[in-house]
């Protein structure tokens, strides 16, 4: 089995920083993409930022400039630094691996973070 943690999530007012992590563990035997979602309350979940096994990253529009994703290949671990946010980021954040194990290749989530970003 695979599993997926996130943790880092909370209230903030807006402006300020958060920084989620996200570890996978289990029978991994490789990771390709690893990123993160989002899903605001009656809207539908997004890609937030993406890394590759190569470092290739990619994040939405909304995000550029605010928020960096990166990765950790030898701990399987995935981090989301959040800067000046604002209350439009408020959601639950949801950490998303592409995994090889040996079961083969499956997605995987977390069970989500709430980020809650007050004006």
């Known amino acids: 089995q695979v599993k997926l943690v996130e943790s880092g999530g909370g209230l903030v007012q807006a402006g300020g920083s958060l920084r989620l992590s996200c570890a996978a563990s289990?029978?991994?035997?490789?990771?390709?993409?690893m990123g993160w979602y989002r899903q605001a309350p009656g809207k539908q979940r997004e890609l937030v930022a993406k890394?590759?096994?190569?470092?290739?990253?990619n994040s939405a529009d909304s995000v550029k400039g605010r928020f960096t994703i990166s990765r950790d290949n030898a701990k399987n671990t995935v981090s989301l630094q959040m800067n000046s946010l604002e209350p439009e980021d408020t959601a639950v954040y949801y950490c998303?691996?592409?995994?090889?194990?040996?079961?083969?290749?499956?997605?995987?989530w977390g069970q989500g973070t709430q980020v809650t970003v007050s004006s």
């Open positions: 998303n691996a592409h995994v090889v194990s040996k079961w083969g290749l499956r997605d995987y």
């Open positions: 289990g029978s991994i035997l490789s990771i390709y993409a």
């Open positions: 890394i590759t096994s190569g470092g290739t990253a």
